[in-house]
């Protein structure tokens, strides 16, 4: 057995220089209009993850942790 941890932070997703995904894209529209953000339109898919976990804990959506 291993210790490790089978999730990469978004930084070291093999595919994190893509553009976000569609759901990605959609999902922050929602998140930064009920935190009154801006979303940059030239993210990442690994920036567009890291602004959704702080814009989810900005509003209160999200799960725990």
Avoid at 27 to 50: F, M
């Amino acid at each position: 057995m291993t210790d490790r941890n089978p999730e990469k932070e978004p930084e070291e997703w093999v595919t994190g220089d893509e553009p976000p995904t569609g759901p990605q894209e959609s999902y922050l529209a929602t998140l930064a209009r009920e935190a009154g953000r801006d979303v940059p339109d030239d993210l990442t898919k690994a920036e567009a993850s890291q602004l959704i976990d702080e814009l989810q804990e900005q509003t209160g959506r999200g799960g725990p942790g």
